[in-house]
């Protein structure tokens, strides 16, 4: 998987439709000011997943109404819960060095990508989902892969 072809998925028509759909319905938008950087953090993303960059760019064509589904539900849960941070026993942060609420500066171009991965194991391999969320280093794996779930099922 060569950087191109990340940045090929990055600036696609494919990805481009599902991140403004999800992003108009929840009335935020696409940041696309740091590619570079994004090219990195996908790159990760889609190793840690085992799928193939043209699998998921398939994925985006194929999957495009259940991805903008998938998103938009877990955007307007998100939105309505506060940034959980998860720490080792005995290494929790002291309270001056915990989040801190920011301004947005929108949602980074590539989550769909992220979101197409998700979908893609909800439907195929949904036992391995809450692995591929700890790798991923969310905080509370089983908890999102719990949500995940649930909102793919309704």
């Known amino acids: 998987m060569t950087d191109r072809a990340i940045k090929e ?10 991140e403004v759909a999800i992003t108009k319905e929840c009335k935020t938008y696409v940041n696309k000011e740091h590619i570079d950087f994004t090219i990195g953090v996908l790159r990760r993303e889609i190793d840690n997943s085992g799928l193939t960059i ?6 985006l064509k194929l999957k495009k109404d259940s991805i903008i ?16 941070e998860e720490y080792p026993q005995g290494e ?9 609420t920011i301004s947005s500066n929108g949602l980074g171009v590539g989550f769909g990508v992220k ?7 909800l439907e195929n391999n949904p036992n391995e989902l809450p692995a591929y969320i700890k790798k991923e280093r969310i905080p509370n794996a089983a908890k999102f892969a719990k949500t995940l779930a649930q909102l793919y099922n309704r």
């Open 54 to 59: 043209t699998y998921i760019r398939e994925q």
């Open 69 to 84: 589904k998938l998103g938009i539900q877990l955007l307007k849960v998100l939105r309505d819960k506060p940034i959980e």
């Open 92 to 100: 929790e942060a002291p309270a001056r060095e915990k989040t801190k």
């Open 115 to 121: 979101y197409a991965i998700y979908l893609d194991f």
């Open 9 to 18: 998925i990055l600036i696609s028509n494919e990805l481009s439709e599902i």
